[in-house]
């Protein structure tokens, strides 16, 4: 099947193909847990009556194979994949409520002609789908899916999202047709019916819960926490960790090397841009934890070497530009490992980001809202730029007096975006703020309200699932790594969003409690640095290198004049601003174009 062969990446280790009537399930391997070909997939079980196609791991399979084993069941591998078929053939679809792991995987009853496609609760893998009147076909990957010959019909309201959001949210993609099944969600096929089931949502009550003791809630995180890496360590195949030098990740390795006294850590550093270096601690937390650690240092050549492969495995338009950073450090890795843990879903978990201290500040101080919305004039005179630290401040500035006279709502929208909805409609040649964009809109909005987890809440279903959880798994597969998220462990996420905002965010600052549980893991300089976040340094890149590229090919005229979705005027616009001495967001919007082009050319030209 020429779909399989698109995804040789994610699994390098081996291809299999069930097929039997009118149904085909395929696999590529990455061998992880049960390195040997019993544990090959598709995998069927023992009478031949259902067949398996597994991504992903089912971490605490263990005590579930020992309760089988009890119950006469003789297992073929010591895989977590037969366990969790013989799972549901014990128990059914309700089985998915045992399973600790991340997954999006396929089961086929052979008698009863019934298809069972799962995804984990919070979207950590993919799971893309498109049905007609034909066909039903499901893949991990939209190019596996475009190998079939679908449709390709690009959906307009999923591009006048991604120009504002740099990338599509869930559970659109950018093509008409092509779902994304939502996390916490199955889809049971059957008789030519496609139903779909949630089986987990987010424990969240907008009602202020009874308050545990915030004692008692950081040695309840501890052990948690703990307990969610510990079950991350179990692996066939060697396994590391990302240590980038910021809180989140070094609670994840400080706790792996109190489990792994050998472990691997792996950080990048950028000599060309010292600002956004953070080596520095990386090394001193795995100096205090004796990890055998490595670092990476890339000059701003390294990042454009990596560039366009990085772009082109991408099959949905996605323009979060530590994309390629992730990509380098993915591929170094794997050199090494085939298995790394991270930091990720902290910050949305537990308050980290900068909007979040925006935001609270906004709600607590909101007799300043006039006073900042009537500066807004002096944010807009002075010079604004991504890759400079006062550039940076004043871009930050303007945000929060523009942030200052939205709603809740709207304001949320113009933080989580890049641009805005008056901006995007200048560049695109026909209306797209329709009824049907506007219920996109509302539908990722709906959470929020006037307690501060729901903005939380928020970012877990939109940010995270759809820009950071994306970016990992696709620039990890890329370089067929394996990146496992202990944070986002059910049971920790359920615990989190128990507690009240208080104990996250306060006037102290952001991610309170998470410092306070892990700060005896930490170097003291670590724990009180600011966030500080990474920048590809684009600018430097659109000025020089990439400038002829950019003018005479992606956004040149006369292919914007044949594409015929874009006013060239407005790109002319966009252009004279990005290359004046006041970028300010242009050079995010001019990635968005960019990245957009590159897969144009690629899947739609």
């Not at 298809?115 to 498109?130: A, E, M, N, S, T």
């Not at 969003?497 to 005896?520: M, N, Q, T």
């Amino acid at each position: 099947m020429e779909s399989v062969k698109t995804l040789s990446k994610r699994g390098p280790d081996g291809e299999g193909v069930f097929n039997q009537e009118n149904i085909a399930l395929a696999h590529r391997r990455l061998a992880i847990i049960d390195t040997s070909a019993a544990a090959a997939q598709p995998f069927t079980d023992n009478s031949g009556r259902y067949t398996i196609t597994f991504n992903g791991e089912f971490f605490n399979f263990k005590p579930f194979r020992t309760e089988l084993e009890n119950k006469g069941i003789r297992f073929k591998s010591t895989s977590d994949t037969e366990v969790l078929l013989y799972l549901f053939i014990e128990h059914g679809p309700s089985f998915i409520h045992f399973v600790n792991g991340f997954f999006s995987f396929a089961i086929y009853d052979n008698l009863k002609k019934e298809l069972f496609v799962f995804r984990d609760r919070y979207g950590i893998k993919p799971l893309l789908f498109y049905r007609d009147e034909n066909i039903f076909a499901f893949a991990s990957e939209m190019k596996a899916l475009l190998a079939f010959g679908i449709p390709r019909k690009l959906d307009q309201v999923s591009l006048y999202t991604y120009l504002q959001l740099n990338y599509v949210p869930a559970p659109a993609t950018i093509l008409e047709g092509i779902s994304k099944l939502e996390p916490g969600h199955y889809l049971k096929v059957a008789d030519g019916l496609l139903e779909k089931q949630c089986y987990y949502q987010i424990p969240y009550s907008k009602n202020s819960q009874p308050s545990p003791g915030y004692s008692e809630s950081i040695m309840k995180l501890r052990s948690l926490l703990d307990d969610a890496v510990q079950r991350r360590l179990v692996s066939d195949v060697p396994l590391g960790c990302f240590l980038s030098g910021g809180i989140d990740s070094s609670v994840i390795a400080a706790l792996a090397a109190s489990h792994n006294p050998k472990l691997k850590t792996f950080s990048i550093g950028y000599r060309d841009e010292p600002l956004f270096d953070e080596t520095r601690y990386a090394c001193m937390l795995a100096k205090m934890h004796g990890t055998d650690h490595t670092v990476f240092s890339l000059g701003n050549d390294d990042l454009y070497e990596n560039l366009h492969q990085a772009l082109d495995y991408m099959d949905e338009p996605f323009a979060d530009p530590s994309a390629l950073a992730l990509y380098i450090l993915s591929n170094r890795t794997r050199k090494q490992v085939t298995v790394a843990l991270s930091g990720d879903g902290a910050d949305e978990l537990f308050a980290g980001y900068n909007k979040h201290s925006a935001e609270y500040f906004l709600r607590s101080k909101s007799y300043l809202s006039g006073l900042l919305s009537l500066s807004r004039p002096v944010w807009e005179s002075l010079p604004k730029s991504r890759n400079s630290a006062f550039g940076n401040k004043i871009r930050q500035l303007k945000k929060l007096s523009l942030g200052a006279s939205l709603s809740v709502r709207e304001r949320y929208w113009l933080w989580a975006g890049h641009s805005g909805e008056q901006q995007v409609q200048s560049l695109l040649k026909s209306e797209h703020a329709d009824v049907l964009y506007l219920n996109r809109k509302e539908n990722l909005l709906s959470s929020l309200n006037g307690n501060f987890n729901s903005v939380l809440l928020t970012d877990m279903q939109l940010v995270l699932q759809s820009d950071m959880l994306t970016k990992v798994d696709s620039m990890s597969m890329a370089n067929s790594l394996e990146v496992r998220v202990p944070f986002l462990d059910f049971t920790v996420v359920d615990f989190a969003f128990s507690l009240p905002a208080k104990f996250k965010i306060s006037p102290k600052g952001r991610k309170l409690i998470l410092k306070d549980a892990f700060s005896h893991l930490l170097p003291a300089e670590l724990l009180h640095k600011k966030k500080q976040g990474f920048e590809v340094p684009l600018l430097k890149w659109f000025k020089t290198s990439l400038k002829s590229r950019i003018t005479d090919d992606w956004l040149g005229k006369a292919f914007i004049e044949e594409q015929g979705l874009f006013r060239y005027s407005a790109i002319q616009n966009l252009l004279s601003q990005l290359f004046s001495a006041d970028p300010d967001d242009s050079v995010d919007r001019v990635w968005a174009l960019i990245v957009f082009q590159s897969w144009w050319k690629k899947y739609m030209q």
